[in-house]
């Protein structure tokens, strides 16, 4: 049976970086292992608890959910905006972190990685996912890291997939994560 993997892409600009990353991703994972770059983020409303209730809850946030309780595990990219999470990726997470205690993240392993524009590729911003998610339920491998720096310059030209070094750390990413989620598929 094949590993589901759920990429959640934080940067809903068509010509995003990070979804380039994503897209690399799944097309570098390894046999036993489907990574799906989930589309639709931009379509669902900030999280609110009053619309959180039975019958209320928007068609878009649904899917998402779900879409994640279907993976095994979940794959995300972040850009770094003003030192942090974006808030498109923040909701997806405080959607999926509900409802308390049985969110759809459930104890499944998370890595999180990203570019962004800046030195350190959005470090800040990969540790406060990291962070959230955590509390959201999600089982984080905080060994698996990857922040690419200069997004802008690094992948003006040249797609992640075609970059050398950074498919071979991509590819070493989704085969970590890989394995990790396998573990639980097995057991
Ligand atoms: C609102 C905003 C805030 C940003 N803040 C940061 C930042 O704090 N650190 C950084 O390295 N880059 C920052 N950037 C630049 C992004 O890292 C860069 O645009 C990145 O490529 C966006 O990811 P994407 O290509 O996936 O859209 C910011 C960009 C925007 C639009």
Do not use: C
Not at 5 to 25: F, K, M, P, T, Y
Not at 39 to 46: M, R, S, T, V, Y
Not at 93 to 116: H, N, Q
Not at 138 to 161: M, Q, Y
């Amino acid at each position: 049976m094949s590993v589901r993997i759920l990429a959640l892409v934080g940067s809903l600009r068509a010509g995003s970086h990070n979804r380039q990353l994503a897209e690399a991703a799944a097309k570098l994972a390894p046999e036993g292992a489907e990574v799906q770059v989930y589309e639709g983020l931009a379509d669902i409303p900030f999280y609110n608890e009053d619309i959180d209730v039975e019958g209320s809850v928007p068609a878009a946030a649904t899917k998402l959910r779900e879409a994640a309780q279907a993976a095994d595990a979940f794959l995300l990219f972040s850009p770094e905006y003003n030192g942090t999470i974006p808030a498109v990726l923040k909701n997806a997470i405080d959607w999926l972190s509900r409802p308390f205690g049985a969110g759809a993240f459930g104890g499944k392993p998370v890595a999180v990685i990203g570019t962004a524009f800046g030195q350190y590729g959005g470090v800040w911003a990969q540790d406060d996912t990291r962070k959230a998610v955590g509390i959201a339920g999600g089982k984080v491998i905080e060994d698996i890291k990857l922040s690419i720096p200069g997004s802008v310059t690094r992948f003006a030209e040249t797609h992640p997939s075609d970059d050398a070094e950074v498919a071979a750390q991509l590819t070493e990413v989704v085969a970590r994560l890989h394995g990790h989620a396998g573990e639980i598929v097995t057991a």
